[in-house]
């Protein structure tokens, strides 16, 4: 099993920023992807940004050159950082890992961008 709890959500203005992290625990090796997702009201949840265990990198059209994600193996932390925020990311978003075949999910984190 793998725990995930994300955190650093909130409000921001539209052209601001925000650092979301997902601290995960648990049977964490041999974890494949990590990534995370997000899911406005209405609309089918999408993924925005992945990395490997080898620690490639993939992202959304929509958010390519204004978010980044990275890990921190030591602290098992995997990181948003959202840049030039719009209202249209304004989303909850979720932590997810790939490990062995199963997804694994945490409680999710409201981001509300406004304009």
């Known amino acids: 099993q793998v725990q995930l709890v994300e955190s650093g959500g909130g409000l921001v203005q539209a052209g601001g920023s925000l650092k979301l992290a997902c601290a995960a625990s648990?049977?964490?090796?041999?974890?494949?992807?990590m990534a995370w997702y997000r899911q406005a009201p209405g609309k089918q949840r999408e993924v925005v940004a992945t990395?490997?265990?080898?620690?490639?990198?993939n992202y959304l059209d929509s958010v390519k050159g204004r978010f980044t994600i990275s890990r921190d193996i030591a602290k098992n932390t995997v990181y948003l950082q959202m840049n030039n925020l719009k209202p249209e990311d304004t989303a909850v978003y979720l932590c997810?890992?790939?490990?062995?075949?199963?997804?694994?999910w945490g409680q999710g984190t409201q981001v509300t961008v406004s304009s």
């Open positions: 648990g049977s964490i090796f041999s974890i494949d992807v």
């Open positions: 990395i490997t265990s080898g620690g490639s990198t």
């Open positions: 997810n890992a790939y490990r062995e075949l199963k997804n694994y």
